[in-house]
Nanobody
């Protein structure tokens, strides 16, 4: 059973930084794609970033390019999302997701099989 547990959310002022973590367990994740998504109140869940566990290939939403960085620690089976220069519009619940397979169609929520419970990120202006 795959388990994904997010942590690191909180309240931060605009321009600040946060680092989210996603601890993964229950599988060997070398063939998995890991993604971060977010969902603001009244909006659909949207893609933020993705990383292929093996090889480290990454993809980002245009809205976060240059500000957010996704990475992974193989030894700890943990994926990180470093968020810098945060804006009020980044406020959302952030979810970690996982799926097995190639690094294609990484930005669609329906492509992922496993989800964490989410962590709240609030950016004040």
């Amino acid at each position: 059973q795959v388990q994904l547990v997010e942590s690191g959310g909180g309240l931060v002022q605009a321009g600040g930084s946060l680092r989210l973590s996603c601890a993964a367990s229950g599988r060997t994740f070398s063939s998995y794609v890991m993604g971060w998504f977010r969902q603001a109140p009244g909006k659909e869940r949207e893609f933020v970033a993705a990383i292929r566990w093996s090889g480290g290939m990454t993809s980002y939403a245009d809205s976060v390019k240059g500000r957010f960085t996704i990475s992974r620690d193989n030894a700890k089976s943990t994926v990180f999302l470093q968020m810098n220069s945060l804006k009020p519009e980044d406020t959302a619940v952030y979810y970690c997701a996982a799926r097995r397979g190639p690094f294609t169609v990484v930005n669609g929520p329906s492509a992922y099989d496993y989800w964490g419970q989410g962590t709240q990120v609030t950016v004040s202006s």
